[in-house]
Nanobody, 123 residues
Framework: VQLVESGGGTVEAGGSLRLSCAVSGNTYSTTCMGWFRQAPGKEREAVAGFYHGMIGSAYYDDSVKGRFTISEDSAKTAMYLQMNSLKPEDTAMYYC?????????????????WGRGTQVTVS
């Protein structure tokens, strides 16, 4: 599986961005996908994640609940993160990730494939 993020950029506080993650390769064994972020000097943290076929039960970090929405297309070829009401503390590199075991959606070690990231800056 290969993952490529896009859609990052610079936006003013209160604005919106939509991140995309293009998925290619053999996705047959992938059971979950998620978005993580890492700000300078901080650890990588989970933003949102879901098990395939269970998008209605997606996980969201408390800091983004009600503002961010994770989604995917039915063919498993793309995943999205709609980010509204952005705050300066949302500034980070955002990564998409895919996992095959996924005992926990919020633990980075459950994901075994990562994209290279897309930068989001909120001023």
């Amino acid at each position: 599986v290969q993952l490529v993020e896009s859609g990052g950029g610079t936006v003013e506080a209160g604005g919106s961005l939509r991140l995309s993650c293009a998925v290619s390769g053999n996705t047959y064994s992938t059971t979950c996908m998620g978005w993580f972020r890492q700000a300078p000097g901080k650890e990588r943290e989970a933003v949102a994640g879901f098990y395939h076929g269970m998008i209605g039960s997606a996980y969201y970090d408390d800091s983004v609940k009600g503002r961010f929405t994770i989604s995917e297309d039915s063919a498993k070829t793309a995943m999205y993160l709609q980010m509204n009401s952005l705050k300066p503390e949302d500034t980070a590199m955002y990564y998409c990730a895919a996992g095959t075991t996924c005992l926990s959606l919020s633990r980075s070690y459950e994901y075994n494939t990562w994209g290279r990231g897309t930068q989001v800056t909120v001023s």
